[in-house]
């Protein structure tokens, strides 16, 4: 009976051991489950990172294939550009050469050009002379319809204005004939009255000394002739509008400044008209060392085209009223 007690004792312990043992697998076989789980959820992160990237490795690799693709095809035309290059350097050796020749030829043209154009300005100016340094051409206005009205009868006759006569009729059949460098009939437009004049703009350019300006009575028309209406230009608009154009032919040549003063004599005295207020200071004519004369003092617009020298003209000529009106002038 004893040895029955100690042997079920020994199966008891036994079987107890076993039963932790069974607990103790199970609890291993659950934590291994665990952890297989977890391997394979980081195995499927895994697997989709790797995919993923495959991915944009493969889609990398065609780009870089591409370019590479682009690169060989970029190489082999500038490859062959090259030797296009090297075929053509003798062509090109050539042209450079013969570019230099034309250069060459340019500047001895140039250097003729200079001095044909020297010549010409010598003989042209020698023209200008053999005319006369001082002409005086005579215009006549046709009477006014005042003039007119009043009984007034034309003693003008233009039958000899082509050769420079120009004869009063004195009373009768008598004349008394003046001579002048050209008259002008009151038929005469402006283009034939400039037509005289533009000839010394071209003297203007070529360094010497210019003075257009028109004289006579109140009434006669000299406001008429040099300035004119707006929709009819004359002597002065006309003469600065040649002035820019020869310039602007010759700019190539030559760089010139024009500046425009604007004065008036009024009781043998000068006044600038360009000048902000009247100036207390006499303005006086100055001859230079080198015979030009010049007026100390007075005010010169620089002007770059033709508006704006009308826009001078204008202002001297709005200044002009105002000063008349203020000192009740009536000619000037």
């Avoid at 500038?78 to 350097?89: N, P, T």
């Avoid at 051409?137 to 204005?161: H, I, N, T, W």
């Amino acid at each position: 009976m004893s040895e029955t007690c100690m042997s079920l004792t020994a199966a008891n312990e036994q079987l107890e051991q076993s039963r932790m043992d069974l607990d103790d697998m199970h609890f291993k076989a659950h934590s291994l489950d665990q952890t297989c789980r977890q391997q394979a959820s980081m195995l499927s992160t895994i697997s989709g990172q790797y995919e993923h990237e495959k991915k944009f490795r493969d889609a990398t690799i065609a780009k870089l294939e591409e370019k590479l693709k682009v690169m060989k095809e970029e190489q082999a035309q500038l490859s062959r550009e090259a030797h296009e290059c090297d075929d053509s350097i003798p062509e090109l050796t050539q042209m450079v050469s013969a570019v230099q020749g034309l250069v060459a030829q340019c500047e001895y043209l140039k250097v003729k050009c200079n001095e044909e154009l020297t010549e010409r300005k010598k003989l042209y100016n020698q023209v200008q002379e053999a005319k006369g340094n001082i002409r005086v051409f005579c215009r006549c206005r046709p009477l006014s319809k005042q003039e007119m009205s009043a009984g007034y009868k034309d003693v003008v006759d233009f039958k000899g204005a082509r050769d420079g006569d120009l004869a009063i009729l004195a009373g009768g059949s008598s004349k008394k004939i003046f001579k002048f460098d050209c008259v002008y009939t009151s038929n005469d437009d402006q283009v034939d009255v400039f037509a005289d004049a533009s000839p010394l703009v071209v003297s203007v350019l070529d360094g010497f000394n210019v003075c257009i300006f028109a004289y006579g009575q109140t009434g006669t028309g000299k406001t008429f002739t040099m300035e004119g209406p707006e929709c009819n230009r004359r002597v002065n608009y006309r003469t600065v509008e040649r002035l820019f154009e020869i310039a602007r032919k010759r700019s190539e040549m030559f760089s010139c400044d024009i500046c425009v003063s604007v004065l008036k004599v009024y009781n043998e005295q000068l006044r600038d008209l360009l000048a902000a207020s009247p100036s207390s200071k006499k303005l006086e004519i100055k001859q230079g060392s080198e015979g030009s004369h010049h007026i100390p003092g007075i005010v010169e617009a620089r002007v770059e085209r033709l508006s704006e020298v009308w826009n001078v003209l204008q202002a001297g000529s709005s200044t002009r009223a105002v000063r008349s009106n203020n000192v009740n002038e009536h000619s000037s």
